[in-house]
């Protein structure tokens, strides 16, 4: 009788599941990841990675507000250099966002593009998309109160990353 072979347990299957995933967008294979592919990876059977992200979908919406909690980290670090004049620390964070762009575009292409994370996103995505934002605003803002851009739409002028000068 043939002995039957113990699966492998992964102590932190879920933790693990994100932080492969990383890597792979990391390296650009966002169009590669899979839950079967990532349960190869990490050895353990095809339907682990399931018991933890019922679809692709919910993986790549926690990495993706993983992801956004550290964009919005990196840009309040800049809003917060108080020795700055506000124009160069908003020109900062307009810098970091394009080299983050430039930089990791699976990245970008999974935080900003809807059609990845399909419609079900889950609240928590959007709160953390919604808060790393609001840095930008919050920076702008403060351009406005020293009367450095004109007062109108922060959230446009974000967007656009060239706000209009006074």
């Known amino acids: 009788m043939a002995e039957k072979k113990d699966t492998y347990h992964h102590p932190n299957l879920r933790e693990a599941l994100i932080q492969e995933t990383e890597k792979m967008l990391a390296g650009c294979q966002l169009d590669s990841i899979t839950l079967q592919e990532l349960g190869v990876r990490?050895?353990?059977?095809?339907?682990?990675?399931?018991?933890?992200?019922?679809?692709?979908?919910?993986?790549?919406?926690?990495?993706?507000?993983?992801?956004?909690?550290?964009?919005?980290?990196?840009?309040?670090?800049?809003?917060?250099?108080?020795?700055?004049?506000?124009?160069?620390?908003?020109?900062?964070?307009?810098?970091?966002?394009?080299?983050?762009?430039?930089?990791?575009?699976?990245?970008?292409?999974?935080?900003?593009?809807?059609?990845?994370?399909?419609?079900?996103?889950?609240?928590?995505l959007a709160q953390s998309r919604a808060s790393s934002f609001e840095e930008l605003l919050l920076m702008l803002q403060e351009c406005q109160d020293a009367g450095l851009v004109q007062v109108g739409d922060k959230g446009q002028q974000a967007l656009s990353g060239q706000p209009c000068t006074a």
Do not use: W
């Not at 990495?63 to 840009?75: D, I």
């Not at 670090?77 to 700055?84: N, S, Y």
């Not at 430039?102 to 970008?108: A, E, F, I, K, T």
């Open 42 to 124: 990490l050895g353990v059977t095809r339907s682990a990675p399931y018991r933890h992200f019922a679809s692709k979908n919910l993986l790549l919406c926690a990495v993706a507000e993983r992801a956004c909690g550290r964009f919005k980290l990196m840009l309040r670090d800049i809003r917060l250099q108080a020795q700055l004049p506000p124009q160069e620390r908003f020109r900062q964070m307009v810098i970091a966002y394009f080299t983050f762009a430039v930089g990791n575009p699976d990245y970008y292409r999974l935080l900003f593009r809807e059609p990845l994370m399909g419609v079900n996103k889950p609240p928590e």
